[in-house]
């Protein structure tokens, strides 16, 4: 996403991530990474369970989730993935995006 986040934002989207990590290794990625958007430690599990974030122990823990919520605050796509490298293309987003966009 973050070679895409120019993309992302032309289309009024924000990204947001969400990970496992204690806020100061979360903060020393995001900082190493050099990422653009948005990152939120969620080392107690709080907003993966509210959103139903799947966890498989044999499967390196948590698994990949992505949603995009509209600006009313509705979620309008949800991907649960069922393993790590199980997350949709870029384009399939932006494509949402799109659409959502076009609606509204």
Known sequence: MREDYAAFTAREA???AI????PDTF??????ERLPFVGLPDPQHRVANVYKQQVKLFKLGRMPMLSVVDKDGFIRYSHYGNSMSDIPENQVILDLLDELNHVS
């Open 14 to 16: 924000e990204i947001l």
């Open 19 to 22: 990970g496992p990590d204690k």
């Open 27 to 32: 903060q020393h990625y995001w900082q190493t």
